[in-house]
């Protein structure tokens, strides 16, 4: 990759538990697709205004020259192991695998 990935998190502090599962799944991104010059996570945390909610959301930009951009977002359904980011990481970044085949 050309430019070092950019991850983010909102809502809730930076795990490096999370960030190291990230960066996996990105080495495994760029295993699977060679191409891909640059990537963006932001992991938000759910709202903790709310006792059950919609569990954490995953938004991920991949830029792929040479002009094609992939952004998913992943939003966790109420069921319970959306409420674990690792679940959530794991799940957004097989939607992107899948629309990198696509």
């Known amino acids: 990759m050309q430019i ?11 795990s490096d538990a999370a960030r ?3 960066l996996s799944e990105i080495k495994r991104l760029e ?5 891909i010059t640059g990537c963006r996570v932001k992991v938000i945390a759910p709202s903790h205004k ?3 909610g919609i569990g954490f959301q995953v938004h991920i930009w991949l ?4 002009h094609e951009n992939i952004v998913v977002n992943h939003t966790g359904t109420r069921d319970a192991a959306n409420e674990h ?3 959530a990481i794991k799940d957004a970044f ?3 695998r899948r629309q990198i085949d696509a």
């Open 4 to 14: 070092p990935p950019q991850i983010t998190f909102e809502g809730s502090e930076s």
């Open 94 to 96: 097989a939607a992107v």
């Open 85 to 87: 980011a690792h679940v």
């Open 63 to 66: 830029t792929i020259p040479p």
């Open 31 to 35: 295993n699977h697709n060679q191409r």
């Open 50 to 52: 709310h006792r059950h």
């Open 20 to 22: 190291a599962q990230i």
